[in-house]
C-alpha cells in the first residue's frame, strides 16, 4: 500500500508540474492526453485521467506484483524529471 501512496503523491506533482508548464507556454507531448485536453480542458483531462488510473489501479492492488508498482513509480519519476527540466527551460 505504500508503494501506490508514493505513486499517488508522484501523480500530484506530475499534474502540478505539467499545468505549470503548459501555462508558460509548454505542450502535452502524451498525444492521447493532448486530445484529450483539447475535447475537455486541460486540467478536467489531467486530474480525469489520473482519477480513473489511480482507481482502477487501487481496485486490482492487491494482484499487482511489487515489480509493476517499482515500475510505475520509476516512469513517473523520469516524467517528473522531465517535467522540471521544461519548466526551467520556458
Same mark, same amino acid.
Do not use: H, N, P, S
Given at each position: 500500500m505504500i508503494l501506490?501512496? @508514493?505513486l499517488v503523491a508522484l501523480n500530484v506533482v506530475d499534474?502540478? +508540474?505539467?499545468l505549470? $508548464? +503548459?501555462?508558460?507556454g509548454?505542450?502535452?507531448l502524451n498525444p492521447v492526453m493532448?486530445?484529450?485536453?483539447?475535447?475537455?480542458?486541460v486540467t478536467e483531462a489531467? @486530474? !480525469?485521467?489520473? +482519477? $480513473?488510473? +489511480?482507481g482502477a489501479l487501487l481496485m486490482v492492488l492487491p494482484q499487482v506484483p511489487d515489480w509493476a508498482l517499482w515500475g510505475l513509480l520509476a516512469i513517473y519519476t523520469l $516524467?517528473? !524529471?522531465h517535467n522540471a527540466?521544461?519548466?526551467?527551460?520556458?
Open positions: 501506490f501512496i @508514493i499534474a502540478y +508540474l505539467t505549470r $508548464v +503548459l501555462k508558460q509548454g505542450r502535452e493532448a486530445w484529450a485536453m483539447k475535447q475537455i480542458g489531467l @486530474i !480525469g485521467f489520473k +482519477l $480513473v488510473m +489511480l $516524467v517528473i !524529471g527540466r521544461q519548466l526551467r527551460k520556458v
